[in-house]
């Protein structure tokens, strides 16, 4: 498939790239020309897009998520982070079947393509259904690992490890663990080990509460983050997500082994969790994404909404309204997702990346006058302006419409055959 997208304003987002007018060419799944506007010439094209002056930009990263907790939207809301998982969210998810998670991930991946998200790195249970659902929607997915003391092996995350970067072009794995108070000791070190056996990074929930960390010094007398590290986990990098109670030294562990950040504002205030000091990590040159956590706790899938909040808590919480200008913001939101996932080929627009890509539509109140667009899209954009969502060559959401080869009615009845269903099980108990 050949695509052209001319008359088009372009932000590769490359460093010091300014926006500029010209034209995309993909082919394939590929990316093979971005720059200015190119006289006719004899290529024969599947389908031409005249862009009519809007914006072509690399897709938004959701950097960390829980897709099929769809299923748990406007259910489990208004408590404290630790009612909240262990009394509503865990029961719930004893009832999950593989083909609950296909179906509330399906759910998921719609929402993703409205919000102009092209890729998610997902930490779940029964990857086989929530890889399948990525792979037949034609959604990009990095698969995380979630072991800890209620379930899964080691030896399982190895297997997954394995099987998962083999498995299809769109998917890929990364290890992880749910998160150190979670886990035992014991787990933690056998991971260690494997991410160092595959010289790979590891990532897992970390300091996202306050309780979290004091409960980890009792245990250990350290914070998560020296702990895990003094266990040898981040020897290959990695990624905390939340990471909002963190401590200098925490940071430093961070900065030295390049351990990325991924923060989630939308879920830390509505679980009480707090604000991470994301403009501190920026100004220490930390690697920062942005993730939308899952749909339990956010309840939206919604990466406009999340780049206001990082850049708006920074400025509140430091006093300061110059705290993480947009651009910074937007660059997590993209490249720096794109990077902490360990998608390399998807962070810019450029020849030979993936064409990952979404067109955001300019001729809106909301995006006028267009005095600087990077800051219009952090400051005043929303779904509505995501006018087309391409992942892998192929455009899944153009003009309102889906193209995933069903009809979103059909996702929309599954998935609320599935929580009916769960609800009833739950009562029984």
């Not at 094209?45 to 748990?72: C, V, Y």
């Not at 749910?178 to 990532?203: C, D, F, G, N, W």
């Not at 809106?364 to 087309?388: D, E, F, H, T």
Request: glycine share 6%; net charge negative.
């Amino acid at each position: 498939m050949k695509i052209r997208i001319y008359n088009a304003r372009i932000l590769t987002m490359e460093e010091n790239c300014e926006i500029f007018e010209g034209e995309v060419q993909v082919q394939d799944d590929k990316i093979i020309y971005v720059g200015q506007a190119q006289p006719d010439n004899d290529k024969i094209w599947d389908r031409e897009i005249d862009a009519q002056k809007n914006l072509l930009m690399p897709g938004f990263k959701n950097a960390h998520t829980h897709s099929a907790m769809t299923f748990l939207r406007s259910y489990a809301d208004d408590l404290p982070l630790q009612e909240w998982l262990f009394n509503r969210v865990f029961p719930m998810e004893d009832e999950l079947t593989s083909d609950d998670i296909y179906w509330c991930a399906m759910l998921a991946n719609l929402e993703y393509l409205t919000s102009g998200i092209t890729a998610n790195f997902d930490m779940y249970k029964k990857n086989e259904a929530n890889a399948k659902a990525s792979k037949d929607s034609g959604f990009r997915t990095v698969l995380c690992g979630s072991i800890n003391d209620f379930g899964g092996t080691v030896k399982e995350i190895e297997q997954e490890y394995l099987h998962f970067n083999d498995y299809d072009s769109l998917i890929s794995y990364q290890l992880g663990f749910h998160a150190e108070y979670t886990t035992k000791r014991e787990i933690l070190e056998e991971m260690a080990a494997l991410s160092q056996k595959y010289h790979a990074p590891v990532y897992t929930h970390n300091s996202e509460t306050a309780d979290e960390v004091a409960g980890c010094i009792e245990r250990y007398q350290k914070t998560p983050t020296v702990f895990l590290n003094e266990l040898g986990m981040f020897e290959y990098g990695g990624g905390g997500f939340h990471c909002v109670h963190m401590t200098d030294e925490d940071l430093a562990i961070c900065k030295e082994k390049g351990v990325w950040v991924v923060t989630n504002p939308s879920s830390n205030l509505k679980l009480a969790s707090g604000i991470a000091p994301i403009q501190k990590m920026h100004s220490m040159g930390i690697g920062l994404a942005i993730g939308t956590d899952g749909p339990a706790s956010n309840n939206c899938l919604d990466m406009f909404r999340e780049m206001f909040l990082v850049t708006a808590l920074q400025k509140v919480s430091t006093n300061d309204a110059s705290a993480m200008d947009a651009m910074p913001v937007l660059r997590m939101a993209t490249t720096g997702g794109a990077r902490a996932m360990g998608l390399n080929d998807c962070d810019v627009l450029a020849e030979g990346k993936n064409a990952d890509l979404i067109m955001l539509d300019l001729q809106q109140p909301n995006m006028q006058p267009l005095n600087n667009i990077a800051k219009n899209i952090v400051y005043s954009g929303s779904k509505q302006n995501v006018k087309m969502t391409m992942i892998a060559g192929k455009i899944l959401y153009e003009d309102g419409r889906f193209n995933i080869g069903i009809a979103p009615e059909e996702i929309y009845a599954k998935a609320n055959e599935s929580i009916t269903r769960i609800k009833k099980e739950v009562q029984k108990h």
